[in-house]
Structure formats: C-alpha cells, structure tokens
C-alpha cells in the first residue's frame, strides 16, 4: 500500500467515524510541538556547545548562507524572529566576522548580507553537526519516509498559513502571516 492510499485510507477512517475522540497521543498539533520542543533542545545544546552561537545566530547564519545576497529586510521575512532580533543577531554576527553587510548600490537604503569566508566555514560544520543529529534521530527510517514526513510538515505548514489568513481573529500577533510563508 503506497504513502498516499494510506493517508486517504485515514482520512476516510476520520471522516467515517461519528466522533473522535481527543486524545494528546495522537493530537498531531500537540505531538510536533512535543517534538519540535526535544528536537529544538538538543539542536541548541549540540550548536552551542561546539560552536559557541545562540539558536537565532545559528539561524540566521544558514539562512544568510542559503539565500545570499539577500537583504536585512528579506532576512526578517525568511525567519519567525522578531525584527529587533533580528537586527541584533546580525549586528552580533557581523561583529563576529561571520556576515559581511554591504549598502544595496541600486538602493542605499537597503543593507545586503553575505556570509563571510570565516562564516561560509562555521555554516558547513554546523551543517554537518546538525546532519549528524537528524541522522541519528532518523535511525532506522528510509528516504521515502523522510520524504513522506517532509511533505506532511509542508503541508500542516500552508494549510496552517492558510487558517490563519482566514481567521484572522486567531492570529498571535508576534507573527505576520505574510512573511511566514516566506520562512526557512
């Protein structure tokens, strides 16, 4: 039976049902914000450990390395940081050697970001310590799971994105949905 029979075969087993019952155990908001919440610890104890930066560095470095050149603006739009975060996390960085900033020269108002040499190097071996945890915590599943997973996330992903916009009541004003659905 392939990924998707299976998820329709659930989806009608949902929908056949007169009245699921609520359960934590298999709430699936619950059990990736249990997830995420692990994860995200051993994430930053492995990051910071090794390499001394903070969760939001580390963030902004990879996301520097992956889209460059990008401006700071672009950079608040890729992240679910808060801008003033933002903007000090770079400052931090830029302190540090890892980023270089530059003016926009087609706009002046703007400042571009690109890794430096110096941070192009901690991107690959942060990268390589957080390959080796997924790996580890990947132990024993296949790539077609991986891709199956992945695609899952996607999906909660946009059609959380999209529940929000249209429900405008229930969003948390520390995000707007416009740049989340520009993030990493």
């Known amino acids: 039976m392939t990924e998707i029979s ?5 989806d009608e087993e949902l929908a056949g049902s007169e009245k699921r ?9 619950y059990q990736l914000s249990r997830c995420a919440s692990i994860i995200g610890h051993i994430i930053v104890d492995e990051i910071s450990s090794r390499f001394d930066l903070s969760p939001a560095e580390w ?8 889209y460059a050149p990008l401006s700071t603006r672009d ?31 087609s706009d002046r108002r703007l400042l571009i970001l690109r890794a430096s040499r110096k941070g192009a190097q ?7 310590c957080a390959l080796e945890v997924e790996n580890e ?22 059609n959380a994105l999209s529940y929000a916009q249209a429900n405008p009541s229930n969003r948390t004003k520390r995000y707007d949905i416009a740049e989340m659905s520009h993030e990493v």
């Open 6 to 10: 299976t998820a329709t075969q659930r």
């Open 21 to 29: 019952r609520f359960s934590l155990e298999t709430y699936i908001p």
């Open 59 to 66: 963030r902004i470095l990879n996301i520097v390395v992956e």
């Open 75 to 105: 950079l608040a739009a890729r992240t679910s940081l808060e801008k003033a975060l933002v903007s000090r996390t770079t400052a931090a960085l830029v302190e540090r050697g890892f980023v270089n900033k530059f003016v926009d020269p």
């Open 122 to 128: 901690l991107h690959e071996r942060t990268s390589a």
């Open 137 to 158: 915590l990947l132990n024993g599943r296949n790539q077609k799971d991986v891709n199956v997973a992945i695609n899952l996330l996607r999906h909660l992903r946009m």
